[in-house]
Antibody
């Protein structure tokens, strides 16, 4: 059974750095073809892809947010961590992590975590 | 970047009747391996997205067969043959062929 779960702060202040952790089970991020990505959804709005990390440590980022994002993996802990710097109220959203297998993106999703950016 | 445009934005439906959602991309979605990486997701109220369809027309495990996907090139369609009450929610298309990955704006299906 594949599961993913996001964790991190629910409230951050403007200019702070957000750190989110995706802890997963039921698959290994050392298996060829597997990747884990982050997607966010502002309240009442559409999904937006943020970043992806592959089994071979290749990384991809949304160009519009690339300067603010870092994605890393800890294969031994079955975790993927996303950091986003210089948070702004417009970054208020539910942040999801999701698994992919080769180009078959996002077959399993976490429950999401709502992050509010406010002073 | 590839922009995914869905229509309609809102789709009032009648239980038991068919429904159809359109998704258009600004570039063709055939990958170098010859496959087309176009997915459809369902997001019920208060829930995480769930993938329904991958590679245009392949249903994920557990997805009812009343859902079907079709299309090619830049035009794609999700069809529900007979809408049920549990189908209420927002549907998103997503392309996985070109970087950056991109989602459509969503179509809200309501009874």
């Amino acid at each position: 059974q594949i599961t993913l779960k996001e964790s991190g702060p629910t409230l951050v202040k403007p200019t702070q750095t957000l750190t989110l952790t995706c802890t997963f089970s039921g698959f290994s991020l050392s298996t060829s073809g597997v990747s884990v990505g982050w997607i966010r959804q502002p309240p009442g709005k559409a999904l937006e892809w943020l970043a992806l990390i592959f089994w071979d440590d290749d990384k991809r980022y949304s160009p519009s947010l690339k300067s603010r994002l870092t994605i890393i993996k800890d294969t031994s802990k079955n975790q993927v961590v996303l950091t986003m710097t210089n948070m702004d109220p417009v970054d208020t959203a539910t942040y999801y992590c999701a698994r992919s297998y080769f180009n078959n993106y996002f077959d399993y999703w976490g429950q999401g975590t709502l992050v509010t950016v406010s002073s | 970047d590839v922009v995914m445009t869905q229509s309609p934005l809102s789709l009032p439906v009648t239980l038991g009747q068919p429904a159809s959602i359109s998704c258009r991309s600004t570039q063709g979605l055939v990958y170098s391996d010859g496959k087309t990486y176009l997915n459809w997701f369902q997001q019920r109220p208060g829930q995480s997205p769930r993938r329904l369809i991958y590679k245009v027309s392949n249903r994920d495990s557990g997805v009812p067969d009343r859902f079907s996907g079709s299309g090619s090139g830049t035009d794609f369609t999700l069809k529900i043959s007979r809408v049920e009450a549990e189908d209420v929610g927002v549907y998103y298309c997503m392309q996985g062929t070109h970087w950056p990955l991109s989602f459509g704006g969503g179509t809200k299906v309501e009874i």
